[in-house]
């Protein structure tokens, strides 16, 4: 069984829109993250949660938004899409934020921004 | 702040050949934990290997590496590259958060 679903795998959607990007770990984990992958730039880290509160933002525009409803769900909200927004999106948990702990990454939200 | 260096976006290698990509980290941290992480294509990154340990060798799926705090480096090396190594690696330092590096493409031939 996936311990990290993220939905959907495919996303399709038109420049101005929104979308939420769903994730939900099941390892029990304290710390989640989002990570973005494009083919301009590798992995690149966007935002760090511990038991439901901001860790940690390096994501410079507003338009992205972290949601976290439950201590193993934390969705992202992207806002007023563009098509540089186009990239993989990652979410991974971790038990705890910091230290040797290693980091679980989901299977990734592909979206594409028309 | 913290950062990595990979020098090489791409390594190209025959099977069978040694495999050694670079990683060197700056962080003000004295204990800093260092990784690598793997990604083979349409798949999500998973972890390799880790260390903390000073000049102490960690060796995980026929890979090790080394970290050296004297030279701030954690090169992933492996004696023998085989077809399914083909893959994507990121060297990663924990300071005050996880920081990856830009990531070597590693494409090995038969």
């Known amino acids: 069984d996936p311990k990290i679903i993220q939905k959907p795998k495919y996303l399709v959607a038109v420049t101005g829109s929104e979308k939420i990007l769903i994730c939900e770990q099941y390892l029990g984990h304290n710390a989640m993250y989002w990570y973005r992958q494009s083919a301009k730039k590798p992995l690149e880290f966007m935002f760090s949660?511990?038991?439901?509160?901001?860790?940690d933002n390096q994501t410079a525009s507003s338009r992205f938004q972290p949601q976290s409803s439950k201590k193993n769900h934390l969705d992202l909200q992207i806002t007023a899409l563009k098509p540089d927004d186009s990239a993989t999106y990652f979410c991974?948990?971790?038990?705890?934020?910091?230290?040797?702990?290693?980091?679980?990454f989901g299977p990734g939200t592909r979206l594409t921004v028309l | 702040g913290d950062s990595v260096t990979q020098t090489e976006g791409l390594v190209t290698l025959t099977e069978g050949l040694p495999v050694m990509l670079n990683c060197t980290y700056q962080t003000i941290y004295s204990n800093p934990f260092l990784f690598w992480y793997v990604q083979h294509l349409n798949e999500s990154p998973r972890l390799l290997l880790k260390?903390?340990?000073?000049?102490k060798r960690t060796e995980h799926q026929g890979f090790h590496a080394t970290l050296h705090k004297s030279s701030s480096s954690f090169h992933l090396q492996k004696s023998s590259a085989q077809l399914s190594d083909s893959a994507l690696y990121y060297c990663?330092?924990?300071?005050?958060?996880?920081?990856f590096g830009t990531g070597t493409s590693l494409l090995v031939d038969p």
């Open positions: 991974a948990s971790s038990q705890d934020v910091g230290g040797m702990d290693e980091q679980y």
């Open positions: 949660y511990s038991y439901q509160k901001l860790m």
């Open positions: 990663a330092l924990m300071g005050y958060k996880l920081t």
């Open positions: 260390s903390f340990t000073d000049n």
